[in-house]
């Protein structure tokens, strides 16, 4: 009795979610960190819906770090969007939502691993007695496993976990589909399309495209699918091919999002050179032969989960014949040949090989897109094994399972045995991981959890100080900085974070020094506008005109550098080139009020008081607690003579806090 509750699936699907629940128990709070902040948080594309019904709309802001992979993940970004939508940025709900997937994958991992017992090689296995315990054991050490916490706590890479599960539920649907035509053992097949099983497959193809609209991985989704057919079921080779066209016609689809074929053939060539490398120089065959060594990093995180990083610093490798490599690869070579190995010879042995070789295949397959030809700026990413893990999870308990069965005769206990090692690593890693979550609580404790692992590396140290300047504390940030660029003189991000703090201390000659070498190394956007505004406090408008102006031609279309540059026109006496560049701001942002209370003052002082009225009398109703607007308006109803209604407004603002206003009122 007590055994037949254990493995009822509602006990195993309840004990998968509530297990879950504890280990990501203390995530709800965490903050955004790192690319949360410009993919999620400041990210506009999410706050309105006509840009996922029109994505062309979201051009506008193209030139935003946000948006250079909306057309590519637009799926995830999708649910960004709802998440807004349904509570605006109160973290709790992308977290919660973050989590929720990740349950999902695993219970899809479960549903995965039982329907495979289920086909026809599999059905025959001595070890189907333990297809419950396997699928249930696979699943939940998937879903505490600390090595998901970067895909699950960091809210930015749904993308990965979303990505997962859209493309294992394209595997379980497909396999699911293959029962029904099947038919049970020593009956008919049932016909490709008829209404009990066209279903699945229609599930698995649409699971299929969505995911390759959520990440790039998803584009092995037609190879794993192939290699489930040919490893778990029998027929016709060109039946079985042709179940698979369909999804081998899918695998355009990334490609295609990633490059405008409407392009000159040039132009297209250059965009498939961009879209096979992710915002890094490095050359192919260093990242390939790098790569070995950070597979074989991944594995020993799997089973060994220690010294966890959200930032690796790693060695670049340049030869095959680096002893490094190439231990690396003689190891992943005989891992991938016993795969191959299982896969062609399991008719010599039971049946259960078929699901280890899927195991090791699954593993490659999956990682293969980033951990291959293709170069990506980070070497090494835990999010990344994702989907990879559930290969090395059924393969590790397969192999406790099949032990299990081979010495049942001689140990009875044995079937306890392993159930009960098995249940102590689930404590031991579902502890690991929410020990591993208390460090994502803030960027302190992230960024110091970097440091502390890797004190040479540049990136931990960069971000560890901005840490510190957003809590004011400029001194340890420019400490901080200068220890990243005693590392690296040219970081980009160090210079740059150390400019704002020198400008936060009102130390502008030396924040216009680092903004200067940040753009030697990267001309950006961020460095010529905050250069500017550095500019402005020192009182060099021209300069700050210039800055600004290139500002413009890197971003054409930024509210804020229009603005900006508005201002430093008025400080020099500019007032025309002012108001062009302030109603260029009102144009891309409409909403906003400040553009139309500096347009206004600028028409007051060339003494064009009714547009004046117009745009100030605009600012207030956009922002009822614009002080400065009604002042200013305040100020040219006095000018016009319009002595009620300026003390109207002088009254409003210095009800408001301003002393300008107050005094105006008492000298009137």
Known sequence: MKEKILLHPAVHIITIMILAFAAYSNTFDVPFQYDDILTVRDNLIIRDFQYFAEPSKAEVFKHHFGYHTFRSRYVGYLTFALNYHLHGLDVRGFHIGNLLIHIGTALLIYLLVILCFKTPYLSESKIRMYSGYTAFFTALLFVIHPIQTEAVTYIWQRVASLAGMLYILSVAAYIKWRIHVSGPPGQAQQKFTSSRSLPFYLISITAAV???????????????IAMYEFLFFRGEAGKRVLYLVPFCLTLPIIPFTLIDIGKPFGDMIGDVSRATRDLTELPRLDYFFTQFTVIVKYISLTFLPVNQNVNHEYVIYHSLL?????????????????????????????????????????????????????????????YRMYLPSAGLIVVFVTLLFAAAEKMKDRWKHMEAAVVLALLLIVLLLAGTTYARNSVWQNDFTLWQDVVRKNPG???????????????????????????????????????????????????????????S??????????????????????????????????????????????????????????????????????????????????????????????????????????????????????????????????????????SMGSKMSCAALRYR
């Open 457 to 515: 590396g540049v990136r931990g140290i960069t971000n560890l100080g901005l840490a510190y300047s957003k809590q004011n504390d400029e001194k340890s940030a420019i400490e901080l900085y200068g220890r990243a660029l005693a590392i690296k003189p040219d970081h980009y991000e160090a210079l740059f974070n150390r400019g704002n703090a020198y400008t936060k201390t009102g130390q502008y000659d030396k924040a216009i020094e680092d903004y």
């Open 322 to 382: 680096d002893p490094n490599v190439l231990l690396s690869f003689v190891f992943l070579l005989v891992l991938f040949g016993t795969g191959i190995y299982l896969m062609y010879r399991s008719r010599k042995y039971d049946a259960y090989v078929r699901l280890i070789a899927a195991g090791i295949l699954w593993f490659f397959i999956t990682l293969s897109v980033e951990s291959s030809l293709i170069p990506i700026a980070e070497i090494i990413c835990e």
């Open 517 to 654: 070498t940040a753009l030697t190394a990267f001309e950006s956007f961020r460095a010529y506008f905050n250069r500017g505004n550095t500019y402005m406090k020192t009182g060099d408008y021209s300069k700050a005109v210039e800055d600004y102006t290139k500002a413009i031609a890197t971003v054409p279309r930024h509210f804020s550098a229009y603005h900006n540059r508005g201002n430093a026109y008025v400080k020099s006496g500019q007032l025309q080139e002012a108001i062009k560049d302030f109603t260029t701001a009102i144009t891309l942002a409409p909403e906003k009020s400040a553009g139309y209370s500096e347009r206004g003052f600028v028409y007051f002082n060339l003494a064009r008081y009714s547009l004046a009225i117009q745009d100030l009398t605009k600012a207030v109703t956009l922002e009822p607690g614009n002080v400065r607007a009604y002042m200013r308006r305040g100020y040219t109803y006095a000018a016009m003579g319009d002595m009620e209604n300026a003390v109207q407004d002088l009254k409003t603002a210095c």
């Open 210 to 224: 969505l995911s390759m609209k959520t990440k790039q991985i998803a584009i092995t989704i037609p190879a794993t």
